[in-house]
């Protein structure tokens, strides 16, 4: 982690940032996004669309991973009007979990009261076949186990408070929509809820991790998504967590298969468009 990027922003750090959009963009969102590895296609369905360059919004992080454009983009889906992050930020990048999760404080600055966060992750869940979509229940904090969660440092009560639960972090309402949803597009063959497991990254996890997630009782693993559902349920958001399967975790020490990113990628083309329409079809609904 590089020194300079140790750092609590302010409550006034974040209302800068939110100030500025504000004053360039006539849309006031209700609903934010944040799209993973190869999802970005996700906001280009959005109609009346005005997009920044992360470059031009003040204490804005950069987005550097392959399949993440770099842009927030306002517009109209399903007749609700959203914020989009095409890319996010990881640790893995050399940030810290304050500089991952920056802009969902600002989405709530904004008047942003429901969150829709995608990801694409490994498959641990040997039911699990590459190209499933998961609904996720519940998550696993690894980092936040060992110590690296968002929330450290000094509270803001502005946002939330200094001890929040979390037992409720994905929607109830959200995540059985999202299931009826998925049912009704008759996408039931591939539609899959479970719980979800945070590595740091960047390199993918090793047989011997992927079995002691197993054990831990997770389906499936990522490298994003739950530092910005932390700070999400701090600020009182309602979210929604999708996992789109771009690959199998290895469990198997006899097996030639490696994990890689280009995989995932190419999984996130082919599942786009079922996952652009179940996120449309829920918005619709709520």
């Keep these: 982690m590089h020194p300079k990027d140790q750092h609590t922003y302010r409550y006034e750090d974040y209302k800068v940032t939110a100030d500025w959009l504000l004053s360039k963009t006539k849309h006031r969102p209700k609903v934010g996004m944040v799209l993973g590895s190869g999802l970005g296609g996700l906001a280009d369905m959005l109609e009346d669309q005005q997009s920044f360059p992360y470059s031009d919004i003040p204490n804005f992080p950069q987005s550097t991973v392959e399949g993440h454009v770099g ?68 998550h696993i904090n690894l980092p936040g186990l060992a110590g690296n969660n968002p929330l450290l440092g000094p509270n803001i009560e502005k946002f939330g408070p200094r001890f929040p639960s979390v037992s409720d972090a994905y929607d109830r309402s959200l995540c059985a929509l999202a299931k009826k949803v998925g049912t009704t597009l008759g996408f039931g063959e591939f539609l899959r809820e479970g719980v979800y497991v945070m590595n740091t990254g960047p390199a993918f996890e090793s047989i011997a991790e992927c079995r002691m997630m197993v054990i831990l009782g997770a389906d499936a693993v990522g490298m994003s998504t739950v530092p910005e559902v932390l700070i999400a349920k701090h600020c009182g958001l309602r979210v929604l967590g999708i996992s789109l399967i771009t690959n199998e975790a290895i469990l198997d020490y006899e097996t030639e298969k490696t994990a890689n990113h280009a995989e995932v990628l190419e999984t996130g083309r082919m599942r786009a468009a079922a996952l652009q329409k179940l996120v449309a079809e829920v918005l619709s609904n709520v």
């Design 71 to 138: 842009r927030l983009v306002f517009g109209q889906l399903s007749g609700k009007t959203c914020v989009c992050m095409q890319g996010r930020f990881h640790a893995y990048e050399g940030y810290s979990m304050s500089k991952v999760t920056f802009p969902i404080r600002v989405f709530k600055l904004l008047g942003v009261d429901t969150m829709v966060v995608t990801n694409a992750a490994g498959g641990l869940n040997k039911q699990y076949k590459v190209g499933d979509i998961m609904i996720i229940r519940d």
